[in-house]
RNA sequence: GGCCCCAUCGUCUAGUCAGGUCCAGGACACAAGGUUUUCAUCCUUGGAACAGGGGUUCGAAUCCCCUUGGGGUCACCA
């Protein structure tokens, strides 16, 4: 039997980790067998649905490296004889399947309205009493129906479940599940648009694309006996099954991109918010006022930027905005529910490729742990060649930092690169550290703090007084680079601090950054050059008074 | 609440299917010390788990049962 797997998201947003992951483990058990993973797009929501969406996780797929062989085209991507590969082309196929059922009179037509339901649902929890479809469409009478059929009345079509059908499932990753007769009640298959629910289109498509294996995250299990129910119906194959483990977020709650609004939430709650500059009053108002509503994604953004956080990231395109490797993710997310064995962790899509199988699949929901990822990162990063290093950063400031390329010449670029090489946790984390490479020399400002105060005006001499000590020392260098910068600064600290590189180290870092923190300093003075530094020596000494109380 | 799933360090896990080699191994995190002009890195050392209770067995992290805890799901969403 040749394998073949499928990835089959709704294109109701971006891509999740957790769909990811999914997807990773479809197309490395394909590969692993030498068969083909696919892509559909499960579009028969009509509210939901929209093009660009759906392109924007085809995106993220290609960014892990995850290529798919059957599916919508993109890029080189996709194609195969199975297609349409979008649900809401697939109607008449559905219909065909449908109308077996009808015939055969596994299928009928119901008139309740939502409403009706959704109080017959309420009223079955009032009661403490477990709710199912009553099956009162069927107590209709045949020429009753009729006439509301012909009338045209909305309507949709049940499945009529077997009775006395007990269900087995044998899941590669959980082993035997039994479900009870009378567990599953007639449920819909179509719907009143004459879409096809999920279930019945799920079924039909992988049947009709000939998936053997069906690889998805726990949540599916409680729908999986509605599947097989319409398989035995419809004739047609049971694939494998293999559930996959939840990811959760470090407090077990479950990781969703509501995770973003409620990280906002909480700050404002904190810090006793009322207003905020990025959002205008009435979406505030109508924001805060209500729990169940979501600030649309820029406006989060800007928000998250003026409140001065980190956004949690749940999506691929986050992770690769804040700087992440895809090489890295597909290890880290391969390791949430899935273990090579032999203490080994580190690994890559190749490997996971040559050696996936679903029974090192683990069965316990896991937590996304970002610390574990980011030293995953930097590990991936200490390891790459300063070439490497280079065109990745370059490629990650184009991207999402394009300053960095617009404001420095090529061989400051790449000294900023190289002098973050070995601290970088992230491809972004110097393009947040390093601001000041990139400011105007008039925009440095010097806040007062615990760090700056100590550089600059605590002890005697002072930093302001030594500053004008070393603007001499600087400006009388001939060639401006690192070496000789080094060479400069340690001569003057073995004659002027008893050879404490700090003293003087410390006041030009405050001096040229504004901050405390920057690449060693020798580099970053050599990468500002000669002018810029003495200019924003001359600028910070001048901001003296500011730290005078 | 009904149904279903799960249970090894704080976290991800190896070991469980084929009980003994496990007073439980690795990684991340944490703690202490060291290197370092800042931050970060780096080095050394350390603490840290078989949820609880019953069985089965010469022997259980491994098999069975119960309890507890966690999770999923109960739509004309997927």
């Known amino acids: 039997m040749t394998c073949r797997t499928r990835f089959a998201p709704s294109p109701s947003g971006d891509l999740h980790v957790g769909g990811a992951r999914t997807a990773l483990f479809c197309w490395a058990l394909a590969r692993k067998h030498d068969g083909a993973f696919l892509l559909r797009i499960e579009d028969t929501d009509q509210k939901r649905s929209s093009d660009a969406a759906s392109l924007g996780f085809l ?18 991507f996709g194609g195969g004889d199975h297609g349409p590969y979008f649900q809401s082309q697939r109607l008449s196929v559905y219909q065909e399947h449908l109308q077996r059922l009808i015939d055969a009179g596994m299928a009928y037509p119901a ?76 449920f819909v298959i179509r719907k009143a648009d004459g879409f096809p629910t999920y279930h019945f289109a799920v079924v039909v498509d992988d049947a009709s694309m000939g998936v053997s294996h069906v690889v998805r995250g726990q949540e599916h299990l409680a729908n999986t006996p509605r599947h097989v129910l319409l398989q035995q119906a419809l004739g047609f194959d049971r694939p494998v099954y293999a559930h996959l483990p939840l990811i959760q977020n470090p407090d077990g709650s479950k990781m969703s991109k509501r995770d973003k609004d409620k990280a906002l939430r909480k700050e404002i709650k904190d810090r006793g918010l009322t207003s905020a500059k990025s959002v205008d009053p009435e979406s505030w108002e109508a924001w805060l006022g209500d729990k169940t509503r979501q600030l649309p994604h820029e406006c989060a953004e800007r928000l998250a930027e003026e409140l001065g956080i980190d956004l949690p990231e749940v999506s691929v395109d986050d992770f690769r905005r804040a ?24 690994f890559d899509g190749a490997f996971l490729c040559e050696n996936f199988t679903l029974d090192r699949i683990g069965k ?13 990162n930097l590990d991936a990063i200490q390891d790459m060649t300063p070439e490497v290093f280079l065109e990745r950063f370059r490629a990650h400031c184009e991207a999402e930092h394009p300053e960095f390329i617009d404001q420095t010449t090529p061989e400051q670029f790449a000294l900023i690169a190289e002098s973050n090489r070995e601290r970088a946790k992230t491809l972004d984390d110097p393009a947040r550290s ?23 005006a605590k002890g005697e001499p002072s930093g302001f007084s030594r500053l004008q000590d070393l603007s001499g020392v600087l400006s009388g260098i001939e060639s401006f680079t690192a070496s000789s910068i080094e060479a400069a600064l340690q001569a003057w600290a073995d004659e002027h601090a008893e050879g404490n590189f700090g003293a003087a180290g410390m006041p030009l870092r405050v001096a040229v950054t504004g901050g405390t923190t920057s690449p060693p300093l020798p580099d970053t003075l050599a990468i500002l050059g000669k002018a810029s530094v003495l200019r924003r020596i001359e600028r910070c000494v001048a901001s003296a008074p500011d730290f005078a109380s």
């Not at 995850?66 to 919508?72: N, T």
């Not at 316990?364 to 995953?376: I, P, T, V, W």
């Not at 390093?434 to 600059?456: N, Q, S």
Request: charged share 35%.
């Open 364 to 376: 316990s929901n896991a937590r996304f742990d970002r610390q574990k990822l980011l030293a995953f």
């Open 111 to 186: 008139f309740e309205t939502g409403e009706e339901l959704t109080a017959a649902r309420n009223l079955a929890r009032a009661e403490k009493r477990p709710y199912r479809y009553d099956r009162a469409a069927l107590q209709l009478d045949p020429a009753d129906v009729q006439q509301r059929l012909d009338r045209g009345d909305d309507h949709v079509i049940r499945f009529r479940v077997p009775d006395d059908s007990e269900v087995i499932i044998q899941d590669e990753v959980l082993g035997e599940v039994r479900i009870a007769p009378g567990e599953v009640d007639d």
């Open 323 to 346: 700087g992440y490797l895809p090489e890295v993710l597909i290890n880290y997310l391969a390791l949430l529910g899935w273990s090579a064995g032999d203490d080994l962790e580190k």
């Open 434 to 456: 390093c601001r000041f490479f990139v400011m105007d020399d008039e925009d440095i400002t010097w806040p007062v703090t615990k760090g700056t105060r100590k550089a600059l």
């Open 59 to 76: 995106r993220d797929l290609r960014w892990l490296g995850i290529g798919w062989d059957e599916g919508p085209e993109d890029d080189g």
